[in-house]
T-cell receptor, first 112, second 115 residues
Framework: QKEVEQNSGPLSVPEGAIASLNCTYSDRGSQSFFWYRQYSGKSPELIMSIYSNGDQEDGRFTAQLNKASQYVSLLIRDSQPSDSATYLCAVLGSDSNYQLIWGAGTKLIIKP | DTGVSQDPRHKITKRGQNVTFRCDPISEHNRLYWYRQTLGQGPEFLTYFQNEAQLEKSRLLSDRFSAERPKGSFSTLEIQRTEQGDSAMYLC?????????????FGPGTRLTVL
């Protein structure tokens, strides 16, 4: 059973601080990793994709991948109240070129 | 707005009725996916199309669920004889065939409530 694990939270972070969200996955052969943001009652929105070890930066967001440790993280710098949402980690399994394996998400709360 | 549209956005129905949802993917995307999501969970895969071909259907999916994608454009998801347990957000996503990348973009979803 291929799994993606996330701490459900809530993770509470003061405004302006760095929010750090973590995800572990069981399928060692996975190659593609995605972070989605989901506001309450809305659909998931793709915010970061990462495919190789190291960091991938886009504005205030940095995705980090460590395949040896089977670990993906998302850092949000200068956190804003508008960043309050649930963050879903999704992994493309090694035996599929289309089916994502999803974590249950981490709820992030940014406190003004 | 990702460019994926879904209709209707909300549907309330009585148990036992049939419902049909529509998804229009991003125009150049040849892959289309249907998911179901309930509160506190990640999206649950239902089915997947590449062009007009339905290539996979979740083993967890009841025979009451059927999906089509005629001509490889829009797709419909039908649920027959709805049950209260079908209440959920139904999500459609699309992507391009591009090796292992497969970035999937979601529509706004259809929220189904079965009374």
């Amino acid at each position: 059973q291929k799994e993606v694990e996330q701490n459900s939270g809530p993770l509470s972070v003061p405004e302006g601080a760095i929010a750090s969200l973590n995800c572990t996955y069981s399928d060692r052969g996975s190659q593609s990793f995605f972070w989605y943001r989901q506001y309450s009652g809305k659909s998931p929105e793709l915010i970061m994709s990462i495919y190789s070890n190291g960091d991938q930066e886009d504005g205030r967001f940095t995705a980090q991948l460590n395949k040896a440790s089977q670990y993906v993280s998302l850092l949000i710098r200068d956190s804003q109240p508008s960043d309050s949402a649930t963050y879903l980690c999704a992994v493309l399994g090694s035996d599929s070129n289309y089916q994502l394996i999803w974590g249950a998400g981490t709820k992030l709360i940014i406190k003004p | 707005d990702t460019g994926v549209s879904q209709d209707p956005r909300h549907k309330i129905t009585k148990r036992g009725q049939n419902v049909t949802f529509r998804c229009d993917p991003i125009s150049e995307h040849n892959r289309l996916y249907w998911y179901r999501q309930t509160l506190g969970q990640g999206p649950e895969f239902l089915t997947y199309f590449q062009n007009e071909a339905q290539l996979e259907k979740s083993r967890l999916l009841s025979d009451r669920f059927s999906a089509e994608r005629p001509k490889g454009s829009f797709s419909t998801l039908e649920i027959q004889r709805t049950e209260q347990g079908d209440s959920a957000m139904y999500l459609c996503a699309s992507s391009l065939t591009s090796g292992w990348y497969n970035e999937q973009f979601f529509g706004p979803g259809t929220r189904l409530t079965v009374l």
